[in-house]
Structure formats: structure tokens, C-alpha cells
């Protein structure tokens, strides 16, 4: 099981340092929030603060979309030094075309999936993606509880991708922690985004490999 911290939960004031820290505990990837206030009822950072950021660690940047028009700034975010870009299928822009717009700039395509999104809504678009992002709660804020009813989605998408795109990668956000990451990993998901669980205690890295062990 690949781990995604998620900077959400980290002290905003000293982000280099938290990401700094997590690199050294363990982290697999770094998972980044966007939030625009308009497509969840939250604001976050945008690309600028993802560039001041990035010199910080070599680690894989996994930038998460929650914005209206995502199309508009895919190159924004790939110039910021995004490694895997994923947006929502629930977004306003043409999804193809911005599937291929993040391609174009060498950067990994993955769509997102609200909780009351079906599996089938990213199917069409599965030959085309890096990865699929499975919501396990409303996307906004961190600390929510987990939706176990979520993973039968993993195990959809995870079926229809065997034949179209069988490298695809099942990631899930929300709730991750040491009382539900197993159910996730049973139900073949392959990176776990994690903020409260990572940033929330005194040792991260102690709460990565507590993690990744309840895995096997
Ligand atoms: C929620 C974000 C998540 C969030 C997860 O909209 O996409 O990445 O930070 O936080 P936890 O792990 O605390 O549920
Ligand atoms: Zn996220």
C-alpha cells in the first residue's frame, strides 16, 4: 500500500518543514487539496504555494482538484511541479479534454469521484488515466469519517480496468486510519491518501508504518 500524506491536515504556517518531515517518515507521495470555495465550501492554496513548496522533497506531488473549472488551470499546476494531476468528474470542464490536457503536459491524469458518483461515470475514461480517485467522504475537510460503503466502487472500477488499462491505480481519500485502512486494502485499493492519521499524532513516521503494516 502506497501512503499520501495529505498537507490538508499539516501546520500551514511551516509547510516545507511538515513536508520535510514526512518525506523522512515515509510518505509515498504527496497528496495536495485544492479547494476553491465555489466547487466544496473551503479554500485551500492554489499554485503558487504548490511551487513554493515543491523544492522540498523529490517525492511524487499528487495534486487534487476540487475547483469548478479545472480545465483553465491544468497548466498552472503542472508548471507548479505536479507529478499526477486528479480532478472531478462532477467538475464543469469537458473531462476528455482535460484528461488530455494534463497528459500533454507529461503530467499523470487521474479523475475523482464524489460519494454519490457511480463507478461507471470514470469508465469511459479508463484507458486514458494514471489513476482513479475514490471519495470516502464529501470532499472539503479532513477529519470526517470513513464511507466503508465506498469500496465496492474500488472493486468495480478495478474489474473494468483488467482488460482496458490493468496498471491503473484505485486511490481513496477520507477517514484512512488504523481502524479502516485494512477494508481498503482488501478491497484492492493501492494508494491511501491519510491526513488526520499522519499529521495528528506525535510520530509520523511511528503512523506510516503502522499503516502500511495492516496491510498484507
Ligand atoms: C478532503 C480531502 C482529503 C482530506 C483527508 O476533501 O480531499 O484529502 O485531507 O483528510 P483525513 O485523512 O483527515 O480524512
Ligand atoms: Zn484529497
Redesign the pocket.
Known sequence: MLIAP?L??SDFSAMGREIIKIDKAGADLM?L?V?DGHF?PNITFGAPVIKAIRPFTKKPFDV?L?ISEPLRYIEDFAKAGADIITFHIESDSDAQKTIDKISSFGVKPGLVIKPDTPAQAVFPYLKDLYMVLV?T?E??????SFMADMLPKVKEIKEKAKTVNPHLLIEV?????ENTIKQAYEAGVDVC?????VFKTDDPSQAISSLKALCN
Do not use: E, N, Y
Open positions: 495529505s490538508l491536515s497528496h487539496d479547494m466544496v487534487h476540487m471519495m467522504v470532499p472539503g475537510f479532513g477529519g470526517q481519500d477520507g477517514g484512512i486510519g491518501v491519510a491526513g488526520t492519521a
